[in-house]
């Protein structure tokens, strides 16, 4: 459970349930972030076990608990088992801004769940949490990722060279943005 007193959000769409990931959910998580493929672009090496699991859960709480961001479970209607995760990280309220994050169990891959998803969460942070610019970094050869943000509605605003030190390298990063008068865009999909 979370330390703040509020209720967590549980956003639902038309095949998905957005809800707090517990430590019950350390099993799916360690099952998904075990891949290889899916862990490509995460930044750290594939998860090998439950700890891995319990940590990652440890820090989408705190990222709640300090109000710098938000991590749901994306769960399929019915099943309520955690095949992905998205969010926001990085906030910083003074600015109105954060940085969007997701990945999704690749038996999940190509079915159009983490554009469902992600489009939630950006609906929820501009309605509820006020903001004004959700922020996409994205590797360059990260192309699923990258159109799923194009499709969207982000726009590419440039290329940071060497931004982010992971597993032993640097990474170029291309930042994306989506302001929150391109909320219309969204919604026309």
Known sequence: MTSNTEVFPVLETKRLVLREITKKDANSILDYLSDAEVMKYYGLDPFNSLDNA????????SIYSNKTGIR??????????????????????QH?????????????WGKGI??????????????????QRIEALIEPPNLSSQRLVEKIGFVREG????????????DDLYMYSLLKQDLDKINSM
Do not use: P
């Open 114 to 131: 983490a554009a469902e998803a992600v489009e939630a969460i950006i609906n929820y942070g501009f309605k509820h949490m006020h903001l």
């Open 54 to 61: 319990l940590d990652e859960i440890a820090w989408y709480q």
């Open 96 to 108: 109105s801004r954060t940085e969007i994050g997701f990945e999704l169990s690749k038996g999940q």
């Open 159 to 170: 290329l940071l060279r060497n931004y982010e030190f992971t597993r032993g390298k640097f």
């Open 72 to 93: 749901w479970g994306i769960t399929l209607k019915e099943q309520g088992v955690v095949i992905g995760s998205c969010g926001f990280h990085n906030t910083v309220s």
